[in-house]
């Protein structure tokens, strides 16, 4: 009988996995670089849009966390096409890759929102008044005093999403863009899944070590956002 | 400070850009490019075929992921009899597959899938089946007596129920309800995964692509034995957009002309190892 764990196969498929790390680190950037406009839109909008654009901006959020992903994706790969020839252009011939982005960033936007909102309503409202008592204006105020206190206190729970983020990645799969999760699967098809636990057991390192190196970053950041300013 | 952030985030942004573009690039790879035309010629149809390429030999990738298989072959022959048009291949998962034909984002689909009425009365079907999957029962090696069905009965047998053979097993169950086999359904079960539950005993039988038992095996070397008998000859073919009919009267007409001149039995050789449209 053959062996059950391969070691030399395990050790052989890593750097293929490796070679859809680009992919993945793409797909993570892009959409963490639209989630975080569109979540700070959001959270802005939840905290100073009135009591309308208060309520649109909390559906909104509401909406992006409670759609489960692959339906969103689903939503945005079947949906998007659709509305763009309901509005004239042309059906059918959109690229994958902006879609899967466009799915995550929404999604992700909705976490980040509250991430945000949540940060933001941590700093002390005694902050605002101190920024106001030495001649700040209200915007001098939130950038140099309540914004830098804001982004520390939201480090931790953004570093979460971000996890997250990146775990949901493998999703990206369901729609045929091949990140890491997808060249396994065309990896283990290509042997009919006789090597799936050295696979899978791969993907699983990798995801965590990409995972483990963010909380290192993270960490580092959090602990020098906390470092008290040193005056003189 | 304020000009080592910048740098960071500049430095990020390109980053992000770049590996963006990059990917980009990558996930089209796959897609065979449409040539240009001269002004003298028609331009080609564009005609996108959906599949799921983890389904070797008929449709997988090669190490550089680019789409390869007895599907591709035999698409890429009927391709060259076809001037007006031109293929673009397109990965998907199952999940996707029959809602981007529905929706107009593939033109046709492909890779082992079977013929059946609700099938043709939704999509354009070609009437020629464009191969057969053939799947015999894997077995303990000491257990010469299961060969076929009706020796299964109230055997347990692993079955992804998505697969076009669960059907067929749930229809010899209930025409033979007195030698009806125990089907576990499993999602997603691979073939390797299948053959291990029968030699670790957690099933009695497999039922298994016939040119995929050799290579499984030259893999795991697992204590079973495949049947000689065929459980399930599944004919596949290709469903086609319902607006495309002139592209599917044509597409069969070729078909057709491939297995005619030979060109099909030899793609069927150099993928499965034998000649599928021999008895045929």
């Known amino acids: 009988m053959g062996k059950l764990f391969s070691v030399s196969y395990f050790g052989n498929v890593i750097p293929k996995l490796l070679s859809a790390l680009p992919s993945t680190i793409g797909i993570v950037l892009a959409s963490l670089a639209f989630g975080l406009v569109l979540g700070f839109l959001a959270a802005a909008l939840r905290i100073r849009g009135g009591p309308v654009m208060s309520r649109i901006a909390a559906f909104y959020i509401s909406f992006m966390r409670g759609v489960p992903l692959i339906a969103l994706m689903l939503l945005v790969y079947f949906g998007f096409p659709q509305l763009m020839s309901f509005l004239g252009f042309e059906a059918g011939s959109w690229p994958k890759y902006p879609l899967v982005i466009a799915s995550f960033a929404l999604n992700v936007s909705g976490y980040l929102?509250?991430?945000?909102?949540?940060?933001?309503?941590?700093?002390?409202?005694?902050?605002?008044?101190?920024?106001?008592?030495?001649?700040?204006?209200?915007?001098?105020?939130?950038?140099?005093?309540?914004?830098?206190?804001?982004?520390?206190?939201?480090?931790?729970?953004?570093?979460?999403?971000?996890?997250?983020?990146?775990?949901?990645?493998?999703?990206?799969?369901?729609?045929?863009?091949?990140?890491?999760?997808?060249?396994?699967?065309?990896?283990?098809?290509?042997?009919?899944?006789?090597?799936q636990v050295e696979i899978f057991v791969a993907v699983g390192l990798i995801y965590w070590a990409v995972c483990f190196v963010l909380e290192r970053i993270l960490d580092l950041l959090e602990k020098r956002g906390r470092k008290p300013l040193r005056l003189g | 400070m304020k000009m080592r952030s910048r740098k960071i985030l500049a430095g990020v942004t390109a980053l992000a850009l770049c590996l963006v573009l990059t990917a980009c690039g990558s996930s089209q790879s796959a897609a065979t490019p449409s040539p240009s035309p001269s002004p003298t010629e028609t331009p080609q149809q564009v005609i996108k075929v959906g599949m799921m390429a983890t389904l070797k030999p008929f449709v997988y990738t090669d190490d550089s992921d680019n789409i390869i298989g007895y599907d591709i072959d035999m698409l890429n022959a009927i391709d060259e009899l076809l001037p007006d048009y031109t293929f673009e291949y397109q990965n998907l998962q199952f999940s996707v597959l029959f809602t981007s034909l529905e929706n107009g984002t593939v033109d046709m689909l492909t890779g082992t899938i079977g013929r059946n009425a609700e099938r043709e009365a939704?999509?354009?079907?070609?009437?020629?089946?464009?191969?057969?999957?053939?799947?015999?029962?894997?077995?303990?090696?000491?257990?010469?007596?299961?060969?076929?069905?009706?020796?299964?009965?109230?055997?347990?047998?692993?079955m992804d129920p998505a697969r076009y053979e669960y059907n067929v097993m749930k229809e010899y169950n209930d025409e033979h309800p007195d030698k009806a086999m125990v089907i576990v359904e499993m999602a997603d079960v691979t073939q390797a995964d299948s053959m291990k539950m029968v030699a670790d005993g957690r099933c009695d039988a497999a039922l298994i692509y016939r040119d995929s038992f050799e290579e499984i095996q030259k893999e795991l070397d697992l204590p079973v034995r495949m049947s000689d008998v065929y459980a399930v000859k599944?004919?596949?073919?290709?469903?086609?957009?319902?607006?495309?009919?002139?592209?599917?009267?044509?597409?069969?007409?070729?078909?057709?002309?491939?297995?005619?001149?030979?060109?099909?039995?030899q793609i069927s050789v150099k993928w499965l190892g034998y000649d599928m449209f021999a008895d045929n």
């Open chain 2, 122 to 158: 939704k999509y354009l079907v070609p009437s020629i089946d464009s191969g057969y999957v053939v799947s015999s029962l894997v077995v303990p090696e000491d257990d010469t007596a299961t060969n076929s069905f009706d020796d299964m009965a109230g055997k347990k047998i692993p």
């Open chain 2, 234 to 265: 599944q004919p596949y073919c290709q469903l086609i957009n319902p607006s495309l009919t002139e592209f599917g009267a044509k597409y069969e007409e070729a078909l057709q002309t491939l297995i005619d001149n030979g060109t099909m039995s």
């Open chain 1, 113 to 195: 929102a509250e991430n945000m909102r949540s940060a933001y309503l941590s700093v002390d409202k005694s902050q605002f008044e101190a920024a106001h008592s030495i001649g700040m204006t209200g915007l001098q105020g939130f950038v140099h005093i309540i914004f830098p206190q804001a982004v520390t206190n939201a480090l931790p729970s953004v570093g979460n999403t971000v996890i997250m983020l990146i775990k949901d990645t493998a999703l990206a799969f369901s729609l045929g863009v091949v990140d890491i999760m997808g060249k396994a699967v065309l990896i283990n098809a290509r042997n009919y899944g006789a090597r």
